[in-house]
């Protein structure tokens, strides 16, 4: 390396300083950290200000025991069972989509309306769901009471909660970025494509099915993509704000047994374990979408 | 069926719709003004508007505070962020140094790895600092990210580089090369990724969930959740809580559409 170079270095390095310290320092260190906590005993109640017991390595340990615990495999399947909301959800997204497209006057306002839920999906709306979902004089059941059904408990009901989340779930993903991302991929499906399918006499189920759907298949596979890693990921402020995991654990997903067995138990070591079982699934998407996904290139 | 009752048939469809995702902020607000005694009652509508409520809840929570510390993590995260981020951008799309484009994709690799992995070990570093049930705790593990680096990556790649090459001709160094002229050229980028940094940091849960302990520390959603575990009954002043932090969010959605549909699709290449 000549003193030239050496100098373009410096400056290179020098700009990316402020941001790659802070970046080791709360991100590589946490990760590396994190994977040696999920080989100990950690745990609050044991290392904390007032005892001092000394952290232990235990191998594997903290992996074979969650993988024999019944109670993983059922929160596995809670995880898995809220994602059974995502093909309609991604239908509903590209439905609404296919109706915004378009240069009809007055359509930004439909947009608005359909990507509010997701904007601003948080613990307001959460805890706003709580109340739209009270068995006792709230507004969905006097709606079903209306029309003559004998309406379930929703969240306090084992049964019911899942599918009660998952409702919200779906107002929320109906206009949320998924659309802006059809939204983006219809706006890109070359005019010609169309107008040869007019001349062959298309219909319009035709035009999709041939046209639109195979040409949106990039996106839609980035969606899936996204979706899945999402879902591996998700749950844990639904169950946090509205059922604590509960009834019974019927909520309960993979990222809020973490936050259970971390900060209600204590166990930071097991959780780690827990964090590193959640991240591999999530790694999963992440390379099935580097392998399949068309790469974006940009220079 | 004709081009003209096929698009006035759409446009009820949308507005139907519309107005279906639109039910469940309308039954936040009018319950908001409901007094408590008619918040079962099936009908929606108040029979007098109690706006009370909304003093109310300012009365029972410091909920001016809960803003305000929202307002002040959020912003402190996107300042760090965007600053951070608009130097390491510079350094990977304008200068030229050996190794950038190999780090520059390590670096993007990074992206993958989820916060929930961090928080626990982070939480670790916290308690070594001291930092618990502090605003530096609650903004430091946020604040310097790879995204916003590729995000305004990409815008800066558009600028071209005989602007770059003209400047250095007249003898700028490369920090006011940044500083006067690429950091001006990429308002636009800066301004979007700072709007996509500070929703997400105003939404954020799990990491000051934790974190915070006392409640004049309290940030928006913990607020919420901590007067929903106090006075939850008190329906009508939930609602009042949850439009008062909505608000803003719809807001400023109306107002900076256009730079938010932007960012998204920067923040999601594929589409």
Not at chain 1, 53 to 73: C, I, K, M, Y
Request: glycine content about 8%; overall charge positive.
């Amino acid at each position: 390396m000549n003193a030239r170079q050496r100098q373009h270095l410096r400056a290179g390095l020098g700009f990316l300083a402020p941001q790659i310290l802070g970046f080791l320092a709360f991100t590589i260190f946490p990760v590396i950290l994190s994977v040696g906590l999920a080989f100990t005993n950690c745990d609050l109640r044991l290392h904390n200000m007032f005892k001092d017991a000394s952290l232990q390595f235990v191998g594997w340990e903290n992996f074979t025991r969650l993988f024999t615990h019944p109670d993983f495999w059922r929160f596995f399947g809670n995880t898995l069972f809220l994602m059974l909301g995502l093909p309609f959800a991604i239908a509903g997204s590209l439905g609404a989509a296919l109706l915004l497209s378009g240069r009809t006057r007055g359509l930004a306002v439909y947009r608005t309306m359909f990507y509010l839920p997701h904007f601003t999906a948080s613990v307001a709306i959460f805890l706003l769901w709580k109340k739209l979902f009270n068995p006792y004089g709230g507004p969905i059941n006097q709606f079903l009471a209306a029309l003559g059904f004998q309406p379930p408990e929703w969240l306090n009901d084992y049964y019911w909660a899942k599918p009660a989340l998952m409702i919200m779930a779906f107002w929320t993903a109906v206009g949320s970025n998924n659309m802006l991302l059809y939204l983006a991929g219809l706006a890109q499906v070359p005019a010609e494509l169309y107008e040869v399918a007019d001349m062959d006499g298309a219909s319009r189920w035709q035009k999709f099915w041939h046209v639109t759907w195979p040409q949106l298949a990039p996106v839609t596979f980035y969606i899936v993509i996204i979706s899945v890693s999402g879902g591996f990921l998700g749950g844990f402020e639904m169950a946090r704000t509205m059922t604590a995991g509960g009834p019974a654990g019927a909520t309960t997903t993979l990222s809020y047994f973490l936050y259970a067995e971390g900060f209600d138990t204590g166990r930071l070591g097991y959780a780690s374990a827990v964090a590193w079982v959640i991240f591999t699934l999530a790694f999963v998407m992440t390379l099935l979408n580097w392998k399949f996904g068309t790469r974006y290139v940009n220079d | 069926m004709s081009t003209t009752s096929r698009r006035i048939g759409k446009h009820l469809l949308l507005a139907a719709l519309s107005v279906t995702m639109a039910l469940p902020f309308v039954w936040m607000v009018l319950t908001s003004l409901k007094p408590l005694a008619e918040v079962a009652s099936p009908s929606w509508l108040p029979s007098r508007l109690q706006w009370s409520n909304y003093a109310d809840v300012f009365r029972l929570v410091p909920f001016a505070r809960f803003y305000w510390n929202s307002l002040l993590i959020a912003g402190w995260v996107t300042f760090l962020q965007v600053f951070t981020s608009a130097l390491a951008a510079y350094s990977f799309s304008r200068l030229r140094w050996p190794g950038r484009d190999k780090v520059f994709l390590l670096y993007l690799g990074t992206t993958m790895i989820p916060a929930l992995v961090l928080i626990i070990p982070n939480y670790q570093i916290m308690i070594r600092l001291g930092l618990v049930d502090s605003y530096l705790g609650l903004v430091l593990p946020s604040a310097f990210t790879a995204v916003g680096t590729f995000l305004l990556r990409q815008y800066m790649l558009t600028i071209p580089t005989s602007v770059d090459e003209a400047a250095e001709m007249d003898g700028a160094s490369k920090w006011q090369i940044f500083w006067e002229i690429i950091l001006p050229l990429s308002r636009s980028g800066l301004v979007t990724l700072a709007i996509l940094v500070f929703m997400a940091n105003y939404h954020s849960f799990f990491w000051p969930l934790i974190l915070l302990k006392s409640v004049d520390k309290y940030t928006l959603p913990i607020g919420l959740l901590y007067f929903d575990s106090t006075r939850g009954q008190s329906t009508h002043l939930l609602m009042a809580a949850a439009t008062m932090s909505v608000a803003p969010l719809i807001l400023l959605f109306v107002l900076l559409q256009k730079q938010i549909v932007q960012g998204i699709r920067l923040h999601h290449p594929r589409g």
